[in-house]
């Protein structure tokens, strides 16, 4: 029997079975697509942060609100539209909200040398409405395929924001050198780039994704919106998996983002303390293609491992389980990447892909988790909430707190770059210590996967039944 739980008579057998094959790729297609372009434009604003200080004057400290200020968007955004997004047609949802990021984004380019404010006040635009897709793609993906199918799923979607990421720093970089002929900013390149070529995806959105699949919940005996937002709410602080992998993903977030922002600075550091260590390719381009492939291959190979043991064998908890145990090695792996750079830059190339396997090992998995152990109704509300502590934690906080750790530890001893590399390494022993963590509650959730996942089948049925009855 398929399902979440195998056992479970409640789990549904068919998967929209009005949509063909054919339609329900072309919505995958279509969304891969649209997220491949936020992806591209949030890795290449990091990718251009030297080009935005350069431009508009400013400061380190400064330039660092380019990113926060997006993410700060999203966190806004990601809450409002789980929370609405049972009451409004979420195809319309999804056309209104990136158009309206392409052009916030489009605005941010005529920004002048002075006009650093606009520019600001468009990513924080920018992030808000982006934050739609991010909540409300995995819940249609969940609900378009039949369970035994959506680890896949989810894993193909994932992988368009690894590409995304990898394509935003190639983008940068083609765009930087463009410029060195021509008389302008590449930065504005790469922005009016992103906000016109996802305009024709956001169109072909409107036509791929069925009607069917997005329209509003029918209301139940609980009209107001509100009173079904607080007992959404109430079911998932009840859930245990659910806050277990909340907690585990914005862990393993956190030391992913901050070993992601600062390697640059730690091999900066070392060649500039060792002038012998530095490779012929840059190592921002290196460490995006390893981490690239390393991510690509821990969200792939985990998460189908898992879906196959849980299909072949009838153990819904292996995707979990798998998904904790390599995550569990996260903090060492981590550990060996950031010692080893002042001994063998090789050797921390190698262990740097390792290390983006094992952290993104939990991508698939615990997004499938999450879908399986909140009912359809609440499975937007559920994502926009991982969406928010997951860039809280991770993209908000993981850099910050990092570089005011190396810091303290800095302050005092004698300026070389020899101290400072040592500052900031020991300062992301944190993030290998919540990699860790995070892997250890992933495998933790295993225990109580089954029990919430029978749990949700039953509150589908019961709303089924309630709104059958009014």
Not at 89 to 118: A, E, Q
Not at 342 to 367: D, H, K, P, Q, R
Not at 379 to 399: D, I, K, N, T, Y
Not at 443 to 467: F, G, H, I, P, V
Request: net charge positive.
């Amino acid at each position: 029997m398929e399902g979440d739980r195998p056992t479970a008579p409640l789990a549904p057998r068919i998967a929209h079975p009005d949509l063909t094959r054919t339609r329900k790729v072309a919505v995958l297609a279509t969304l891969m697509v649209l997220n491949l372009f936020l992806c591209m434009d949030k890795s290449s604003s990091s990718a251009l942060a030297p080009q935005y200080k350069e431009f508009f004057q400013l400061d380190s400290s400064r330039v660092a609100w380019m990113k926060s200020i997006y993410v700060i968007g999203i966190i806004c955004g990601a809450f409002l539209w789980g929370s609405v997004a049972n009451h409004v047609n979420k195809r319309h949802l999804l056309s209104v909200t990136l158009t309206f990021w392409s052009i916030s984004m489009f605005i941010g380019t005529i920004s002048g040398p002075h006009d650093f404010c606009l520019m600001l006040a468009s990513r924080c635009i920018a992030g808000f409405f982006a934050s739609s897709l991010h909540v409300l793609a995995i819940p249609i993906i969940s609900d378009l395929f039949k369970p035994k199918f959506r680890p896949l799923v989810i894993n193909i979607y994932i992988f368009s924001a690894i590409m995304g990421v990898s394509s935003g720093f190639v983008i940068s970089s083609f765009a930087q050198i463009l410029c060195q002929f021509r008389d302008q900013a590449s930065w504005k390149w790469v922005c009016q780039f992103n906000a016109l070529a996802v305009l024709p995806v956001i169109a072909l959105s409107f036509i791929t994704i069925p009607l069917s699949l997005c329209k509003p919940r029918k209301k139940t005996h609980i009209s107001q919106p509100g009173q079904q937002i607080r007992n959404q709410l109430g079911y998932l602080l009840r859930c245990r998996t659910y806050l277990l992998m909340v907690a585990a993903m914005s862990a393993l977030e956190f030391s992913h983002s901050s070993i992601g922002y600062w390697l640059s600075s730690l091999f900066q550091y070392n060649s500039r303390q060792n002038p012998s260590a530095r490779v012929a390719l840059p190592s921002s381009t290196v460490i995006g293609l390893a981490m690239g492939i390393g991510g690509t291959l821990g969200c792939f190979l985990t998460g189908e491992a898992g879906r196959q043991v849980r299909n072949r064998l009838g153990q819904p908890e292996a995707q979990p389980v798998i998904s904790g145990c390599v995550t569990l090695t996260s903090g060492l792996v981590m550990l060996g990447a950031i010692e080893m750079i002042s001994v063998n830059v090789e050797t921390c190339y190698v262990l740097i892909a390792l290390t983006a396997f094992v952290l993104l090992s939990n991508s698939a998995a615990g997004n499938d988790v999450i879908m399986a152990v909140a009912p359809s109704h609440i499975r937007p509300l559920a994502s926009g909430l991982q969406v928010v502590f997951a860039h809280l934690v991770g993209e908000a906080l993981a850099p910050e707190i990092t570089g005011a750790i190396s810091d303290a530890i800095y302050t005092g001893q004698e300026d070389t770059y020899l101290n400072r590399l040592g500052s900031l390494q020991k300062a992301n022993w944190l993030a290998c210590l919540l990699g860790t963590l995070g892997g250890a509650g992933v495998l933790y959730s295993s225990l109580t996967y089954s029990a919430d996942t029978e749990r949700a089948n039953e509150e589908k049925q019961r709303m089924q039944r309630t709104t059958t009855n009014d």
